[in-house]
Structures are given as structure tokens and as C-alpha cells.
């Protein structure tokens, strides 16, 4: 597995503003996913993030609304844009590698702590 | 339908019994399938993944897979209260890496 953070670790926010959650694990991954979780929901899929190249959305998620950048293989940014209450939420990221230690190793995605957003 | 299906909960057992969580699925192209715990107010953690039919074994835990059914399950043996907690199952679909995650079920285990 990997060592994931994320920062902030909760924030609260005015509407109309913007926040940037960062992602930051401590192993080389390809890819790197960004997830939202309502309360009491399951996880939903934002966007996929690729080194060196622009991030894959999911339907109902648009780029003006939730820009992501992927500078490198071990840090990734999320920004909630024009942030409005129904934006409140848990964002996780994370990534995808392989079981350790096991025969049959399978990929996988292991998770960041998440980050706690309330929207004002 | 649902990608991935599994019964809200609540589930509750007792101390020392076995919890069985389900799963279904609705492509039949899926071809890895994954357990994870999620405690209150933390991320999911991975428990198990299986892509062989059949059961696979870990500790207290086993998974069972059925492909012909679509049909995936998480069986907990001598349940702990410590076990409490919401459990997502999660699908691979293809060969794209493209995992779906279940509702969760929300097991508690009473002392």
C-alpha cells in the first residue's frame, strides 16, 4: 500500500469561493483518482488523474467546476470552483497500485484520509 | 439498475456471530471485485479482493464469488463489535481500471 495525506483536512467555506485540496502520496503511481462522498452516501467518481495528461471527467462533472492538476507521479490538486452549499461534502483521493506481500497481487486503490468540506 | 448493488443495513449481528454482506453486479464483463471497511468518519480501507469463483479466505474473513450470478459476498466469522462499521463492495470493469463502488451496508455487531 501507500502512505496518502491531504490537505486541508476540513476547511469551511463562503459561497462563491474556491478551495484546492491537495494530494500528496509517497510512491511514483500512475493513476490517481478524485472521489466525492455525501453523507451517508457511497463514493462517487469525479475525475481520473494521469501524469502527463488531462484528467478524465465522470458525467455531472465538468473541468470549470472541479480543476484538477497532475504535475508529477506523486502529488495531484483538486479545486471545487464557485463553491455553493450543495458542494459540502468528503473529497478523497487515490491511488492505484498493487497488493504488497501477497501471491496474487492485484491493483487496486487505496485512499487518501479525505477532506472534510462545509460550504457556508 | 445500479452498477453495483448492496442492501443498505442496517445489518446487526451479535458478538461471535458470522455477518454475511452481499453484493450484485450488473456487467458481466467485471472482472475483479473488492471489500472495503469504512469506520465513521474515516476513508475506506481494503479488507479483500477476490476474482476467482469460489471462496477465498483471510482471518475472519471470507469472500465468495459467483460469476454465472453475478454475485459477490463478504462473510465475517466470530464478529467483533470492532467490526462495526460500513462496508463497500467495489467493481473492476474491463481491463480499464475502472472501479464502481456499492452503497454500502452498515454492519453493527452488539457485545
Known amino acids: 500500500s501507500a502512505v496518502i495525506s491531504q490537505k486541508p483536512s476540513r476547511d469551511i467555506c463562503q459561497r462563491g469561493t474556491s478551495l484546492t485540496i491537495q494530494c500528496q502520496v509517497d510512491?511514483?503511481?500512475?493513476?490517481m483518482f478524485w472521489y466525492r462522498q455525501q453523507p451517508g452516501q457511497s463514493l462517487t467518481l469525479i475525475a481520473t488523474?494521469?501524469?502527463?495528461?488531462?484528467?478524465?471527467?465522470e458525467s455531472g462533472f465538468v473541468i470549470d467546476k472541479f480543476p484538477i492538476s497532475r504535475p508529477n507521479l506523486t502529488f495531484s490538486t483538486l479545486t471545487v470552483s464557485n463553491m455553493s452549499p450543495e458542494d459540502s461534502s468528503i473529497y478523497l483521493c487515490?491511488?492505484?497500485?498493487?497488493?504488497?506481500?501477497?501471491?496474487?497481487?492485484?491493483?487496486?486503490?487505496?485512499f487518501g484520509p479525505g477532506t472534510r468540506l462545509l460550504v457556508l | 439498475q445500479k452498477e453495483v448493488e448492496q442492501n443498505s443495513g442496517p445489518l446487526s449481528v451479535p458478538e461471535g456471530a458470522i455477518a454475511s454482506l452481499n453484493c450484485t453486479y450488473s456487467?458481466?464483463?467485471?472482472?475483479?471485485f473488492f471489500w472495503y471497511r469504512q469506520y465513521s468518519g474515516k476513508s475506506p480501507e481494503l479488507i479483500m479482493f477476490?476474482?476467482?469463483?469460489g471462496d477465498k479466505e483471510d482471518g475472519r474473513f471470507t469472500a465468495q464469488l459467483n460469476k454465472a450470478s453475478q454475485y459477490v459476498s463478504l462473510l465475517i466469522r466470530d464478529s467483533q463489535p470492532s467490526d462495526s462499521a460500513t462496508y463497500l463492495c467495489?467493481?473492476?470493469?474491463?481491463?480499464?481500471?475502472?472501479?464502481?463502488f456499492g452503497a454500502g451496508t452498515r454492519l453493527t455487531v452488539k457485545p
Open positions: 487515490s491511488v492505484e497500485m498493487g497488493t504488497s506481500g501477497r501471491d496474487d497481487s492485484q491493483e487496486t486503490q487505496y
Open positions: 510512491s511514483q503511481v500512475t493513476m
Open positions: 488523474a494521469n501524469q502527463g495528461s488531462e484528467a478524465t471527467y
Open positions: 456487467d458481466r464483463g467485471s472482472q475483479s
Open positions: 477476490i476474482y476467482s469463483n
Open positions: 467495489a467493481v473492476i470493469k474491463g481491463n480499464n481500471n475502472d472501479m464502481r
